[in-house]
Nanobody
Framework: QVQLVESGGGLVQAGGSLRLSCAAS????????MGWFRQAPGKEREFVAA???????YYQDSVKGRFTISRVNAKNTVYLQMNSLKLEDTAVYYC???????????????WGQGTQVTVSS
């Protein structure tokens, strides 16, 4: 089992920034791709970003250039730095872990409890 605990969500004005953190524990995390999904009201969960143990990163097109995912392996922690936030970024953000890169939510192995990000005008 892998346990994931997110923090850092909140309310921010459009154009502002937030940093989400995800603390992971459990199995050898070097085996896992870590990432973030989000779910806006009335919409399906969607891929946001992911990072391999070696540092390779992947992003949804709508967040490229605005969001940055990083991980500190020694701390078993993953971060999502979100800049230039837009109203459409409002969602519950979930930290995820899987042994392979997952682009769709249905196959992801481990989920955190989620943290709310609300962007206001």
């Amino acid at each position: 089992q892998v346990q994931l605990v997110e923090s850092g969500g909140g309310l921010v004005q459009a154009g502002g920034s937030l940093r989400l953190s995800c603390a992971a524990s459990g199995r050898t995390l070097s085996m896992y791709v870590m990432g973030w999904f989000r779910q806006a009201p009335g919409k399906e969960r969607e891929f946001v970003a992911a990072i391999r143990f070696g540092g390779s990163t992947y992003y949804q097109d709508s967040v490229k250039g605005r969001f940055t995912i990083s991980r500190v392996n020694a701390k078993n922690t993953v971060y999502l730095q979100m800049n230039s936030l837009k109203l459409e970024d409002t969602a519950v953000y979930y930290c995820v872990a899987d042994r392979v890169l997952r682009w769709s939510a249905g196959s992801v192995e481990f989920w955190g409890q989620g943290t709310q990000v609300t962007v206001s005008s």
